[in-house]
């Protein structure tokens, strides 16, 4: 199983993943912590759960964050051809959707600044 990116072979730590997100337009990187774990492993399924520091700022308004998750050794993870995965750090990158709906988004800045005043 993959823990903090890393698998144990034969008591060896190797970095197997890294994933990132870069900032949209207008967007403050800073402000887009988070951490990641993996939730369930199979032969040809990889479930990863992401908690965000600000989820209500990831892809707000239209402006796009992109996850880019980097695998670092190929030769632990296989194609729909059944084969390993022969280039060395392959990056597969998408556009995040929104964390929050807009209802959700608007209950999250009303406690905002609800609590500012306490």
Same mark, same amino acid.
């Given at each position: 199983?993959?823990?903090?990116?890393?698998?144990? %072979?034969?008591?060896?730590? @190797?970095?197997?993943?890294? &994933?990132? /997100?870069? +900032?949209?337009?207008?967007? *403050?990187?800073?402000?887009?912590?988070?951490?990641?774990?993996?939730?369930?492993?199979?032969?040809?399924? %990889?479930?990863?759960?992401? @908690?965000?520091?600000?989820? &209500?700022? /990831?892809? +707000?308004?239209?402006?796009? *964050?992109?996850?880019?998750?980097t695998?670092?050794?190929?030769?632990?993870?296989?194609g729909?051809?059944? %084969?390993?995965?022969?280039?060395?750090?392959?990056?597969?990158?998408?556009?995040?959707?929104?964390?929050?709906?807009?209802?959700?988004?608007?209950?999250?800045?009303?406690?905002?600044?609800?609590?500012?005043?306490?």
């Amino acid at each position: 199983m993959i823990t903090n990116g890393t698998v144990d %072979l034969e008591h060896r730590v @190797v970095p197997v993943l890294d &994933i990132e /997100i870069v +900032a949209g337009e207008d967007s *403050e990187q800073e402000k887009l912590g988070f951490t990641w774990r993996v939730v369930a492993q199979t032969a040809t399924t %990889l479930t990863l759960e992401f @908690v965000f520091d600000n989820a &209500i700022l /990831i892809s +707000a308004n239209g402006k796009k *964050e992109t996850i880019i998750i980097t695998i670092k050794d190929p030769l632990l993870f296989f194609g729909s051809n059944g %084969l390993p995965i022969k280039k060395k750090h392959l990056q597969i990158g998408r556009e995040m959707p929104a964390q929050l709906s807009q209802s959700a988004k608007f209950v999250q800045k009303v406690l905002n600044k609800t609590m500012q005043g306490v």
